[in-house]
């Protein structure tokens, strides 16, 4: 099967795919919000989150870069980027 017989929903990682490819090929887990942040930095749509903070100084982490370079080697892996 080559690449253009993919469908856009086959060719679209889950989370815990994407979650799964990083833990194995880069032995190290991330969580969904640093999987959000890059897919949202890199213009993927990605939904509304539902555990809102209703503290308004909560503080957010953000991906450190290590993380952020596995996902985008995950996203460039099923052809999302």
């Known amino acids: 099967m080559d690449d253009m017989?993919?469908?856009s929903a086959e060719s679209?990682?889950?989370y815990k795919q994407i979650q799964n490819y990083v833990?194995?090929?880069f032995g190290f887990k991330v969580s969904t919000l640093y999987i959000a942040q890059v897919k949202k930095k890199h213009?993927?749509?990605v939904r509304e989150h539902?555990?809102?903070?209703k503290n308004e100084n909560h503080k957010v982490p953000q991906c450190p870069i290590e993380k952020e370079e596995a996902i985008?080697?995950?996203l460039?892996?099923?052809k999302m980027i």
């Open 5 to 7: 017989d993919l469908t």
């Open 50 to 53: 539902y555990n809102i903070s």
């Open 12 to 14: 679209k990682a889950t």
């Open 76 to 78: 460039k892996y099923y």
């Open 72 to 74: 985008l080697d995950v």
């Open 23 to 25: 833990l194995e090929k």
């Open 43 to 45: 213009g993927i749509e």
